[in-house]
């Protein structure tokens, strides 16, 4: 019986949410807009920029400006990132990697990022051959918390998604995740443990280095 593993990118696979936070900082600021961690982390994180600033200005935004923004966005996104020194990804995730992929357990990348992010990120971190799906904010018309994306991306997989788990840190991602009726993993990078249990995740790892195909399949068992 085939098994399916589906990650979120940003706050999971890559540890890019001090730099998103960089870029939205400077964006908003510019603008004439307060910013605060505390709104990155409950108004933004995991959910697409144009779920989130509708939010923060607290009305619509025309869609070729909304659209202005987002590029604007992500393209100092992209600057900042591309060009960190930093270590971008969590402890043990090549290893844990490299066993999911001995195991043949077939694995998707599930995130809101737009497509330029995705490539740059699976490129910088010499991760494109990891995965079988890759779904991204391109692929779907709502993004997370609607449960679209797992959805679309366990159709993709073609696995029975009672058999397909997720690895979620934001809160918005594990309510999309949950939604679609997919079990899921927590990661500690955006919220405490026990805000992620509150959230319903079957269980919450800080990092990759204990983690491990068998604790998968119990899972998704």
């Excluded at 108004?43 to 604007?72: A, C, N, Q, R, W």
């Excluded at 692929?139 to 997370?144: A, E, I, L, S």
């Excluded at 991602?173 to 992620?196: D, K, M, N, P, Y």
Aim: proline residues 4%.
């Amino acid at each position: 019986m085939e098994y399916g593993l589906i990650f979120d990118m940003d706050g999971v696979l890559v540890n890019s949410n001090p730099f998103h936070k960089i870029a939205w900082k400077n964006f908003l600021l510019g603008k004439g807009y307060p910013y605060s961690d505390e709104l990155f982390d409950t108004v933004i994180s995991g959910k697409t920029g144009d779920t989130s600033l509708p939010i923060i200005f607290g009305k619509e935004v025309p869609e070729k400006v909304m659209s202005g923004y987002l590029e604007e966005i992500d393209l100092e996104f992209r600057k900042i990132f591309g060009a960190t020194e930093e270590t971008i990804h969590f402890p043990g995730l090549y290893e844990f990697l490299d066993a999911i992929k001995s195991s043949g357990i077939r694995t998707a990348l599930a995130t809101s990022a737009p497509s330029e992010n995705v490539t740059q990120a699976l490129e910088k971190l010499r991760l494109q051959d990891y995965f079988h799906v890759i779904i991204n904010k391109n692929d779907v018309t709502r993004g997370k918390p609607d449960p679209e994306v797992y959805l679309t991306t366990v159709k993709r997989l073609g696995i029975n998604k009672g058999k397909c788990v997720v690895v979620e840190d934001s809160k918005a991602g594990i309510q999309s995740a949950l939604g679609a009726g997919l079990r899921v993993i927590g990661f500690s990078s955006s919220h405490t443990r026990e805000e992620l249990l509150d959230e319903g995740v079957d269980m919450v790892i800080d990092d990759f280095t204990n983690l491990n195909v068998n604790e998968i399949l119990k899972i998704a068992l």
